[in-house]
């Protein structure tokens, strides 16, 4: 009989090992109101559920834990739970917080009503080729609601900004992918000619049903994957970088590997340790990319996610944007 009971409580010990459901109930912060389809997804994947008309939501995290969990909703900032949060095995309970946009500076405005059109169009032309890359790929993008963005100008005159009244609706042909952009920020840098933008995205493979060109899609999704920060981080995860022909170096140009830059805690999270500087060649010094710390570690996973916000990038990896991204259960094969 007590053999029978531990085989029991084994098998649902496991249960509740593989098979991590979170549960919770999203509101309006300011009314306390249940949101209605919400959505609640990780980030950069096709993997995500919504909200009913009580705000509840169920949703299957066993194959993505421990990536961080994003809620969005029209006309809200995001939020983002991290594992540590969403895994306690009690209902969450999360507040969305309404978005304000700052349009009370320099909107961007002309008397010639032709003028004012042919400036938009620049600027759109702009975002685009920050916000999609310039690459054929981002060249096949389209963004079907362009019309919800907005232009103005900070108190500086010097910072553009880009707002989003909707989440952004991206078809990438090339990569056979619908995107939604919740776009929380964008910042154009006349001066200097730099920008930062920020935001939280779900992918969706519709493109790519009973769809003739299946196979040369999945060809520029390989080819798009390989020498990407996606397919390094896959790389690094299982100490392959050599192989897959990744070339790490300091910056003193000094060689290094696996056991120099990463480092795990007792719950078996990796994390890419600080070197202050790390440069990145793919097979050739032509394609050399560079990270800079901001975080003294930085967490990132099998799957090729790692904490965007723990390192800067420059160079050819930080020349890949939306229209080059893949989602994080992208299967390369």
Same mark, same amino acid.
């Given at each position: 009989m007590r053999k029978t009971i531990l085989i029991f409580l084994f098998i649902s010990l496991s249960l509740v090992a593989y098979n991590q459901v979170v549960k919770g109930t999203v509101f309006d912060? *300011?009314?306390h109101e249940a949101i209605f389809s919400a959505t609640v997804y990780f980030n950069g994947t096709t993997v995500g559920t919504l909200t009913d008309e009580k705000g509840n939501f169920v949703f299957d995290v066993t194959k993505n834990a421990p990536m961080p969990l994003t809620v969005s909703m029209l006309g809200y900032n995001s939020t983002t739970l991290n594992s540590t949060t969403y895994l306690t095995g009690n209902p969450l309970i999360i507040h969305l917080t309404p978005k304000v946009y700052e349009l009370n500076e320099f909107v961007i405005k002309s008397n010639d009503h032709a003028r004012e059109r042919k400036y938009n169009l620049f600027l759109l032309f702009l975002f685009k080729n920050e916000f999609l890359g310039t690459s054929a790929n981002a060249r096949n993008c389209d963004i079907l609601n362009e019309d919800d963005i907005t232009f103005n100008y900070g108190?500086? %005159?010097?910072?553009?900004?880009?707002?989003? &009244? /909707?989440? =952004?609706? +991206? +078809? #990438?042909?090339?990569?056979? @992918?619908?995107?939604?952009?919740? =776009?929380?920020?964008? /910042? @154009?840098?006349?001066? #200097?000619? &730099?920008?930062?933008?920020?935001?939280n995205l779900i992918f969706n493979e519709d493109l790519t049903t009973n769809n003739p060109e299946k196979p040369? +899609?999945?060809?520029?999704?390989?080819?798009?994957? %390989?020498? &990407?920060?996606?397919? $390094? $981080?896959r790389s690094l995860w299982v100490n392959k970088l050599e192989k897959t022909g990744f070339v790490v170096n300091n910056l003193n140009n000094e060689f290094v590997d696996y056991k120099d830059i990463v480092v795990e805690d007792d719950k078996h999270q990796k994390f890419l340790a600080n070197q202050k500087y790390l440069g990145i060649c793919y097979y050739s010094k032509m394609t050399t990319s560079?990270?800079?710390? +901001?975080? /003294?570690?930085? =967490? $990132? #996973? *099998? #799957?090729?996610? $790692?904490? /965007? &916000?723990?390192i800067s990038w420059d160079g050819k990896m930080a020349d890949k944007r939306i229209g080059d991204q893949l989602p994080y259960d992208y299967i390369d094969q």
């Amino acid at each position: 009989m007590r053999k029978t009971i531990l085989i029991f409580l084994f098998i649902s010990l496991s249960l509740v090992a593989y098979n991590q459901v979170v549960k919770g109930t999203v509101f309006d912060q *300011k009314t306390h109101e249940a949101i209605f389809s919400a959505t609640v997804y990780f980030n950069g994947t096709t993997v995500g559920t919504l909200t009913d008309e009580k705000g509840n939501f169920v949703f299957d995290v066993t194959k993505n834990a421990p990536m961080p969990l994003t809620v969005s909703m029209l006309g809200y900032n995001s939020t983002t739970l991290n594992s540590t949060t969403y895994l306690t095995g009690n209902p969450l309970i999360i507040h969305l917080t309404p978005k304000v946009y700052e349009l009370n500076e320099f909107v961007i405005k002309s008397n010639d009503h032709a003028r004012e059109r042919k400036y938009n169009l620049f600027l759109l032309f702009l975002f685009k080729n920050e916000f999609l890359g310039t690459s054929a790929n981002a060249r096949n993008c389209d963004i079907l609601n362009e019309d919800d963005i907005t232009f103005n100008y900070g108190a500086d %005159r010097d910072t553009l900004k880009a707002y989003a &009244s /909707e989440p =952004l609706q +991206i +078809i #990438n042909r090339k990569l056979g @992918y619908k995107i939604t952009y919740y =776009l929380d920020k964008f /910042e @154009y840098y006349k001066r #200097n000619k &730099s920008f930062v933008y920020k935001g939280n995205l779900i992918f969706n493979e519709d493109l790519t049903t009973n769809n003739p060109e299946k196979p040369v +899609i999945e060809r520029r999704r390989k080819n798009a994957y %390989r020498g &990407s920060r996606m397919h $390094f $981080f896959r790389s690094l995860w299982v100490n392959k970088l050599e192989k897959t022909g990744f070339v790490v170096n300091n910056l003193n140009n000094e060689f290094v590997d696996y056991k120099d830059i990463v480092v795990e805690d007792d719950k078996h999270q990796k994390f890419l340790a600080n070197q202050k500087y790390l440069g990145i060649c793919y097979y050739s010094k032509m394609t050399t990319s560079h990270i800079k710390f +901001i975080k /003294e570690k930085v =967490l $990132f #996973n *099998k #799957n090729g996610y $790692f904490d /965007e &916000s723990g390192i800067s990038w420059d160079g050819k990896m930080a020349d890949k944007r939306i229209g080059d991204q893949l989602p994080y259960d992208y299967i390369d094969q």
